[in-house]
C-alpha cells in the first residue's frame, strides 16, 4: 500500500507559474508509474501527465504539452508538475496517481490504471 500527499497548489494569475509536488510513502518508489490527473468542476478527470519507475518515459495530454513538465525524484520519493504559463482552463483539482509496475519503463495514462490516488490538491488560475 502507497499513500500520496499532493502539495503545491494554490490562486495564481494567467500566465503564473506552480509547482505540484506529490509525496508518497512506502518502499521501492522506483517501481511505481506516476501519473497527474485533474478534474475541473462539473467535468470528468482527465489524465494531464505521466511518467515511467525509472523516469526515462513521460506522456502528456495535448492541452499541457510545452506548458508543463512531469519529473520525479526517487531518492526523496516524489513526483512533481511543473506547470508554466497557466491558463484559466487549468483550473482544477490536480490528483497525482500511483501503479507498480514490474517494467520500469512503463507510464499509464488511463485513470482506471492507476489503484493508488492523492486526495487531490486546487489550482485556480484567474484571468
Known amino acids: 500500500q502507497v499513500q500520496l500527499v499532493e502539495s503545491g497548489g494554490g490562486l495564481v494569475q494567467a500566465g503564473d507559474s506552480l509547482r505540484l509536488s506529490c509525496a508518497t510513502s512506502?518502499?521501492?518508489?522506483?517501481?511505481?508509474?506516476m501519473g497527474w490527473f485533474r478534474q475541473a468542476p462539473g467535468k470528468e478527470r482527465d489524465v494531464v501527465a505521466a511518467i515511467s519507475g525509472n523516469g526515462g518515459r513521460t506522456y502528456y495530454a495535448d492541452s499541457v504539452k510545452g506548458r508543463f513538465t512531469i519529473s520525479r525524484d526517487n531518492a526523496k520519493n516524489t513526483v512533481y508538475l511543473q506547470m508554466n504559463s497557466l491558463k484559466p482552463e487549468d483550473t482544477a483539482v490536480y490528483y497525482c496517481?500511483?501503479?507498480?509496475?514490474?517494467?520500469?519503463?512503463?507510464?499509464?495514462?488511463?485513470?482506471?490504471?492507476?489503484?493508488?490516488w492523492g486526495q487531490g490538491t486546487q489550482v485556480t488560475v484567474s484571468s
Open positions: 496517481a500511483a501503479r507498480e509496475t514490474l517494467y520500469s519503463g512503463a507510464y499509464y495514462f488511463s485513470e482506471d490504471a492507476y489503484p493508488y
Open positions: 512506502g518502499r521501492s518508489f522506483s517501481s511505481y508509474a
